[in-house]
């Protein structure tokens, strides 16, 4: 089975960084676009930063500037660096992959790790 297993989150004051890694592992054949949402409601997650398998990269707004998504194919890893950090940062990050199987893709998420940026 597949596991995306993310690291990284924890207390920060506005102004620090923190980085997130969220490595794959498992059973699976290409691995497409990588991101990172964060949980804003019960059902909805926002999108922060993906990056597809070809290193092209897209933010949102808010983030644009201050945070910079990354990968490592051969470590199946993907990563986010969050500089300048703000209290609305605040929250829960899942990492999230499209793995292609050949026969489409299929999303897989992670756990989730919480960001907590304090004023």
């Known amino acids: 089975q597949v596991q995306l297993v993310e690291s990284g989150g924890g207390l920060a004051q506005a102004g620090e960084s923190l980085r997130l890694s969220c490595v794959v592992s498992?059973?699976?054949?290409?691995?497409?676009?990588m991101g990172w949402y964060r949980q804003v409601s019960v059902k909805q997650r926002e999108l922060v930063a993906t990056?597809?398998?070809?290193?092209?990269?897209n933010y949102a707004d808010s983030k644009k500037g201050r945070f910079t998504i990354s990968r490592d194919n051969a470590k199946n890893t993907v990563y986010l660096q969050m500089n300048s950090l703000k209290p609305e940062d605040t929250g829960v990050y899942y990492c999230?992959?499209?793995?292609?199987?050949?026969?489409?893709?299929?999303?897989?998420w992670g756990q989730g790790t919480q960001v907590t940026v304090s004023s």
């Open positions: 999230n992959a499209g793995l292609d199987y050949g026969l489409g893709v299929r999303n897989y």
């Open positions: 990056i597809t398998s070809g290193g092209s990269t």
């Open positions: 498992g059973s699976f054949g290409r691995v497409n676009t």
